[in-house]
């Protein structure tokens, strides 16, 4: 993942290049090849490369076209460089030898802003247009690359993370209290808002064009369906979702030097390992792929050999395993990973980090990893609302019977319901149970925060927006839209960027996420042991061997985080707890503590709330925020 800044000052004053360099060193991560700028009077850009593609192989940016005069800094990497290609006339071997950044400057002189919904791939760039005297700038339908901005009447600034942002003077780090207190509330609904005042992130799917005169954000895709997708034959709706799984990991290993798997036993990365080592080794100079596995001997619960041993020796492919055992969440709290521009609350750590290291110490380039899998599977959750939207009663009676001895009918029941509840009554029914709690609408928020952030008219304003989307698809179109918070992607990036390495996350793929939610939704997954993701087991038929297909369940690592929390960094916890600064900056009750101190004995919403409270804590501690910064 490369990096880029934009500075347009508003005002007309030129922009200094020491204040490009000064936005680009903020974070130096992701400058693996170096980092160049380009200023031009009351412009500046610049950028940090990390040459992955081969195509891209030595290329410097800023990139500039002396005919239209227009400038253009980009993290990009598209999938469908063919159909560009042919669309914008190109021609000859040169055309083919395009990097991906120059493809779409192509692609933006040739249909200006429009460029856009001409794109397929992951992609935040920003282009300064002399002519218009506008700067552009876009991102990804799935957020996959990070794009972050602040703008007042002098300055428009756009940059890949918030770190950089908050290099340039005029943008003043004040804590933004409205997303702490939506962060303690588990609500990621809201995809632009930052931990900072006036520093945004372009929710994906939009553009934003800034002028001298206008601000004007549009979104160009919402991946929602333009019609449903209804097969005659139930194999069909397998076999092209395997078809899309292929081709996502076929342009993702379109890169450079080795390539690394991060393997667990779940169906996400054994399917995407199965796929990966068959496309590699149809290449005639397939490049390594070795997968990197956590493995555990004292918790055997976390531990999932027997389910990757099978996979490796029917793939032929490289295996390693990285031990896991003392990996504790808060072990070394000095080392635990906190960055000042996101909230990081991965309560594991440490396992990817020990898969990181493996993976830099054997010269990958890139790791892909079985990210987002879930989130696409979440559909299945509907199949009840679905099958009776549509009249197919006979149907829905037929997996009710199949299943009958193993369904929870209260869940099915509310399966029914809760789509087509309106949002009115959801808030009446919120207040009900809250005065049954004692009146506590979030517990353990300090009384005034929510209040001061109207924190229920916030979730009442996300409700009305999610009205917008058809009742069954709405819970699986708000999780495709939020299960992964965009600025923690970008957050996640900038830590394997450190070690060289690219994360690739197959299933963040577009065409994926148009498919599942154009399908029925008991095509997902149906109810029954064994039936749960049903569209991904059935498309891994003769992928995996069927142990691992036909595994029961997911593997945890809670037990680390208990072990952490409770039993061997008790002493940190307890210091993170004395006079917190979350407790003093009236974001979380000091007395939710002392009714409910930090033992085993908490419930597991509990333990969610102290992991999240905890990790809060030592963001506030490590950046010394104080009250100061909201003054």
Request: net charge neutral; charged share 25%; aromatic share 10%.
């Amino acid at each position: 993942m490369s990096a880029f800044v934009a500075v347009f000052n508003r005002d007309g004053k030129p922009v200094e290049t020491e204040m490009i360099e000064r936005m680009l060193d903020a974070a130096p991560e992701y400058a693996v090849h170096g980092q160049n700028r380009w200023v031009d009077g009351p412009v500046g850009l610049g950028r940090q490369h990390f040459w992955v593609l081969p195509e891209e192989i030595g290329e410097v940016q800023p990139l500039f076209d002396g005919d239209s005069r227009c400038a253009l800094v980009a993290d990009v990497r598209l999938d469908n460089r063919g159909e560009l290609i042919q669309a914008l006339g190109l021609r000859g071997d040169s055309a083919r030898l395009l990097s991906d950044s120059r493809l779409l400057f192509a692609a933006y002189r040739h249909w200006g802003a429009g460029c856009v919904d001409h794109l397929l791939g992951d992609f935040a760039f920003a282009v300064w247009d002399p002519r218009s005297k506008t700067l552009f700038a876009a991102r990804d339908p799935l957020g996959s690359r990070g794009l972050s901005y602040f703008i007042n009447d002098s300055v428009a600034l756009l940059a890949s993370s918030v770190e950089q942002l908050l290099a340039h003077p005029m943008v003043v780090p004040r804590i933004n209290e409205a997303r702490v207190a939506e962060y303690l509330a588990v609500e990621w609904s809201n995809q632009e808002e930052t931990f900072f005042q006036d520093v945004y992130d372009l929710p994906p799917g939009h553009g934003l064009t800034v002028s001298l005169e206008r601000i004007e954000r549009r979104e160009y895709c919402d991946l929602l369906p333009r019609a449903p997708i209804r097969y005659r034959d139930p194999a069909a709706y397998a076999d092209h979702f395997r078809e899309l799984v292929t081709e996502a990991v076929r342009c993702r290993l379109r890169v450079t030097g080795r390539i690394g798997i991060s393997l667990s036993g779940g169906l996400d990365s054994t399917f995407l390992a199965a796929v990966a080592a068959r496309l590699i080794a149809g290449q005639p100079a397939a490049p390594d792929l070795t997968c990197y596995s956590y493995a555990f001997e004292r918790q055997v619960e976390c531990d999932e050999r027997s389910y990757i041993e099978p996979l490796v020796a029917q793939l032929g492919i490289k295996s390693r395993y990285v031990w896991c055992d003392d990996l504790w969440t808060f072990r070394e709290i000095d080392r635990w990973p906190v960055q000042r521009d996101f909230v990081f609350w991965d309560a594991y750590a440490w396992l990817p980090q020990t898969v990181r290291e493996a993976a830099h110490q054997d010269d990958c380039r890139v790791l892909l990893g079985g990210y987002y899998g879930d989130s696409l599977m979440v559909g299945e959750r509907s199949w009840t609302s679905a099958m009776l939207a549509e009249g197919r009663f006979a149907d829905w009676l037929r997996e009710l019977w199949r299943a009958r001895r193993e369904l929870d009918w209260w869940a099915e029941l509310l399966n029914v319901v809760r789509p087509w509840t309106p949002a009115g009554f959801r808030r009446i029914w919120r207040a009900m149970r809250n005065r049954r709690r004692g009146g506590a609408a979030y517990p353990g928020l300090a009384p005034g925060l929510a209040r001061r952030v109207d924190l229920e008219a916030r979730r009442a304003g996300y409700e009305r927006q999610a009205a917008a989307v058809p009742p069954t698809i709405r819970e699986f179109y708000h999780s495709l839209r939020t299960d992964l918070p965009t600025q923690g992607t970008a957050s996640v990036q900038r830590q394997y960027n450190q070690l060289g390495m690219e994360l690739l996350s197959p299933y963040a793929d577009r065409r994926l996420v148009e498919f599942v939610l154009a399908i029925p939704a008991d095509q997902i997954g149906k109810p029954g042991s064994g039936r749960n993701r049903w569209l991904q087991r059935e498309a891994m038929l003769g992928l995996v061997p069927e142990s691992v297909r036909l595994r029961p369940r997911k593997t945890t690592f809670y037990p680390l985080m208990r072990e952490g929390l409770f039993e061997k960094e008790c002493a940190t916890v307890a210091e993170l707890l004395q006079n917190p600064r979350m407790v003093a900056l009236g974001y979380v009750s000091g007395t939710w503590f002392a009714r409910r101190p930090p033992t085993a004995a908490l419930s597991d919403s509990e333990v969610l709330f102290l992991w999240l409270c905890l990790s809060l804590e030592l963001w506030l501690r490590r950046f010394d925020l104080s009250n100061k910064l909201n003054c």
